[in-house]
């Protein structure tokens, strides 16, 4: 008898709950408590358009899109995003069912914490579109890379305890003094002493040139769909490779001499440069005829020099004489000494010195 009561008690129970249950569903729909929809808590709204009013407040804005150093930006709209809210809606109702539902319902009663279930942001994207905006910024953006530039020498003011360098930004000291330039030799700016102020000289310096960038169009689609799909830190990092910049060479050299002397050489200046060890060469107006004046005086000295077997020796008073002679030569840039040196070179005909001194310099 007990027995039989206890299932009719219980009967009664399961008769009670069953409005409460049905209610208690149907105030819970659409979004069941603890249902999260693409990671947000939108429990209570039953209007698809509200959910997706609140959707749309962060998966239609902008994402951040870095490339290299350039940040661009993307509208969802640019790419047909749309957000799928009704499947999302009907996803979420799976919850109203079953032990799930059972779980939500004893959770609610009790007063305890909700489980979380997450139902994924559901999309749709045109990938043909999202091609052609990747193709279009790399068009703009893919570059080469920069060759190397040779700074001229420049006067540079300094402030205590600071540098300029080849066009960078003011460097410490303390930081610069072991550096080297990118041609392998100590920059100027690592011989100041601590805490100089003044104007010092900046040796000619190699700058490097630009790092060249292409971009991955393939490897870039998978960043690009996620952060369009993500709720937070909505910043794309494009997948470039990246090409180093060439190291400096002789047409670089021979580039950057020949700018420097149409532009910041007070006169007219020829150049020629040969590597010893690899034979390449460097020719800017090398084929210049010069009048040459008293710079000739130079090597019509070294070719004497050359010509005297023991040197200027003292004891020897026709060497002294012709010592006397360069002197003159060099010193007061004589040129009835440089005559006399000629004269000396080709044996008292100074056009056989000529051809000699001629002989000397090839």
Same mark, same amino acid.
């Given at each position: 008898?007990? *027995?039989?009561?206890?299932? =009719?008690?219980?009967?009664?129970?399961?008769?009670? @709950?069953?409005?409460?249950?049905?209610?208690?569903?149907?105030?819970?729909? #659409? =979004?069941?408590?603890?249902?999260?929809?693409?990671?947000? +808590?939108? $429990?209570?709204?039953?209007?698809?358009?509200?959910? !997706?009013?609140?959707?749309?407040?962060?998966? &239609?804005? #902008?994402?951040? =899109? &870095?490339?290299?150093?350039?940040?661009?930006?993307?509208?969802?709209?640019?790419?047909?995003?749309?957000?799928?809210?009704?499947?999302?809606?009907?996803?979420?109702?799976?919850?109203?069912?079953?032990?799930?539902?059972?779980?939500?319902?004893?959770?609610?009663?009790?007063?305890?914490?909700?489980?979380? !279930?997450?139902?994924? @942001?559901?999309?749709?994207?045109?990938?043909?579109?999202?091609?052609?905006?990747?193709?279009?910024?790399? &068009?703009?953006?893919?570059?080469?890379?920069?060759?190397?530039?040779?700074?001229?020498?420049?006067? &540079?003011?300094?402030?205590?305890?600071?540098?300029? $360098?080849?066009?960078?930004?003011?460097?410490?000291?303390?930081?610069?003094?072991?550096?080297?330039?990118?041609?392998?030799?100590?920059?100027?700016?690592?011989?100041?002493?601590?805490?100089?102020?003044?104007?010092?000289? !900046?040796?000619? /310096?190699?700058?490097?040139?630009?790092?060249?960038?292409?971009?991955? =169009?393939?490897?870039?689609?998978? #960043?690009?769909?996620?952060?369009?799909?993500?709720?937070? +830190? !909505?910043?794309?990092?494009?997948?470039?490779?990246? $090409?180093?910049?060439?190291?400096?060479?002789?047409?670089?050299?021979?580039?950057?001499?020949?700018?420097?002397?149409? /532009?910041?050489? #007070?006169?007219?200046?020829?150049?020629?440069?040969?590597?010893? /060890?690899?034979?390449?060469?460097?020719?800017?107006?090398?084929?210049?005829?010069?009048?040459?004046?008293?710079?000739? *005086?130079?090597?019509?000295?070294?070719?004497?020099?050359?010509?005297?077997?023991?040197?200027?020796?003292?004891?020897?008073?026709?060497?002294?004489?012709?010592?006397?002679?360069?002197?003159?030569?060099?010193?007061?840039?004589?040129?009835?000494?440089? +005559?006399?040196?000629?004269?000396?070179?080709?044996?008292?005909?100074?056009?056989?010195?000529?051809?000699?001194? /001629?002989?000397?310099?090839?």
């Amino acid at each position: 008898m007990d *027995k039989f009561f206890r299932l =009719i008690l219980i009967l009664l129970i399961f008769l009670a @709950l069953i409005p409460l249950y049905s209610r208690y569903k149907e105030s819970a729909g #659409p =979004i069941p408590p603890g249902v999260y929809l693409a990671g947000m +808590n939108l $429990t209570g709204i039953d209007d698809p358009a509200e959910v !997706r009013q609140h959707l749309d407040a962060v998966y &239609q804005q #902008p994402i951040a =899109i &870095q490339f290299g150093d350039t940040r661009l930006a993307l509208e969802p709209a640019e790419v047909d995003f749309h957000i799928e809210v009704e499947q999302m809606m009907r996803e979420a109702e799976k919850y109203l069912d079953g032990g799930a539902f059972m779980d939500i319902a004893v959770r609610q009663a009790l007063g305890y914490e909700q489980q979380r !279930r997450d139902v994924p @942001l559901r999309f749709v994207l045109n990938t043909d579109k999202l091609r052609a905006w990747l193709e279009e910024a790399a &068009q703009s953006h893919n570059s080469s890379p920069g060759r190397p530039r040779l700074v001229p020498p420049a006067n &540079q003011w300094s402030e205590a305890g600071q540098v300029e $360098t080849g066009g960078n930004a003011p460097v410490r000291n303390s930081e610069f003094a072991d550096s080297l330039g990118s041609n392998g030799a100590p920059n100027t700016a690592a011989r100041l002493p601590a805490g100089f102020v003044g104007v010092y000289s !900046r040796d000619w /310096t190699w700058v490097a040139g630009r790092t060249g960038q292409v971009l991955d =169009i393939d490897a870039s689609l998978p #960043p690009v769909v996620d952060v369009l799909t993500a709720l937070e +830190n !909505r910043t794309a990092h494009l997948v470039v490779n990246e $090409t180093p910049p060439p190291p400096p060479g002789m047409a670089d050299l021979e580039a950057a001499l020949n700018d420097y002397l149409n /532009t910041n050489f #007070p006169g007219f200046g020829a150049v020629y440069i040969e590597d010893l /060890t690899s034979g390449e060469s460097v020719a800017v107006d090398a084929d210049v005829a010069f009048s040459g004046m008293s710079t000739l *005086k130079i090597g019509i000295a070294a070719a004497v020099m050359h010509a005297l077997e023991n040197g200027v020796h003292p004891d020897d008073a026709a060497s002294v004489e012709v010592g006397q002679w360069i002197d003159y030569a060099l010193g007061d840039s004589n040129n009835y000494a440089a +005559n006399l040196l000629l004269a000396y070179l080709g044996d008292q005909y100074r056009r056989l010195g000529a051809r000699r001194f /001629t002989e000397f310099m090839h």
